[in-house]
């Protein structure tokens, strides 16, 4: 069992021909992932990576049977490509493009309710199913198969966790870096909800931000339905107050945004909260050995 992405999905890369896309499609190939073609239009016919290049997902889907896209294409036009890849019936739709319109992400997000798909992102590393899938641009050579879970909206820390948790000789199932955008697809508590309901995964890590309320909502999900051991990490303590960090998202709005706020509520839902980042595979290494 996985979660979202396996040895067995068929993917295909939206701005395949571009360089993002030829270089972490080339890296996912190396790792192992079914890459079975790209999207570039105006290139339809021709090869790249000895992968078919098609004019449009429809094309793409039907001659390939593709089931997950990553999308590697320009602001102005990932929310199209994003609408484009669930018309065609895409399962899993991984937008790695930082920067779409707010505008464009709403009428996106509010096509995707009529539709049977799942989107990872915007401004996200993607997922992976260690040893069986890459769909993103995370480091493959970090992600040893193991048992615990990863959310995280930093691409860093999501490779820091891992690497810990690896060191750790636990190991990795499937880790969903959601994204820092404002409007994302699939929220922390989604996500952990997916791990959760994975027999393959012991524990999860849960690593937040500043800004918004992923994390509170998450963390009152895992107090009423939790059944898995989560360990709970929030960056941007530290941040000048008023400061717009790396992320859209990560911008404090109100008392319950900051970073002392979410691990208070982390805490009071029973999650394993660390004040470091280096504490993470630690953590859960105590929490695993006392279950």
Same mark, same amino acid.
């Given at each position: ?47 790249? !990576? ?16 593709? &089931? ?14 994003? @609408? ?11 937008? *790695? ?6 505008? &464009? ?55 820091? %966790? ?7 000789? !636990?190991? *990795?199932?499937?880790?969903?870096? *959601? ?14 909800? @997916?791990? @959760? ?41 530290? %941040? ?37 980042? %280096?504490? *993470? ?11």
């Amino acid at each position: 069992m996985s979660v979202l992405v396996n040895k067995h999905s068929r993917v295909i890369v939206q701005g395949f021909t571009g360089k993002e896309g030829t270089f972490h499609a080339s890296q996912m190939i190396e790792y192992g992932t079914q890459v079975v073609g790209g999207v570039t239009p105006g290139k339809g016919g021709t090869k790249h !990576l000895d992968r078919p290049v098609f004019n449009t997902v429809e094309q793409a889907v039907k001659e390939t049977g593709a &089931d997950v896209s990553i999308i590697f294409v320009p602001p102005a036009f990932a929310a199209d490509s994003i @609408m484009e890849a669930a018309e065609a019936g895409i399962q899993v739709i991984v937008a *790695i493009t930082e920067g779409i319109p707010v505008r &464009d992400m709403v009428v996106a997000k509010n096509y995707l309710k009529t539709k049977e798909t799942v989107l990872i992102g915007p401004n996200c590393p993607g997922v992976i199913t260690a040893e069986e899938a890459k769909v993103g641009i995370m480091p493959g050579f970090v992600f040893k198969k193991g048992s615990i879970g990863i959310v995280s909206k930093s691409g860093t820390l999501t490779y820091e %966790a891992a690497d810990q948790i690896v060191k750790a000789g !636990l190991g *990795i199932t499937t880790a969903i870096g *959601i994204g820092g955008d404002p409007i994302i697809g699939t929220p922390t508590r989604e996500a952990i909800k @997916m791990l @959760m309901d994975d027999p393959e995964t012991q524990g999860i890590v849960m690593i937040g931000e500043i800004g918004g309320n992923y994390e509170a909502l998450a963390a009152e999900w895992i107090q009423e339905n939790g059944t898995k051991p989560v360990v709970g990490f929030i960056a941007g303590e530290t %941040a000048p107050k008023g400061r717009t960090m790396g992320h859209a998202g990560a911008i404090v709005g109100g008392k319950d945004d900051t970073a002392q706020a979410k691990k208070a509520i982390m805490r009071q839902c029973g999650i394993h909260v660390v004040d470091s980042p %280096a504490e *993470i595979g630690k953590k859960m290494a105590e929490v695993i050995s006392g279950l």
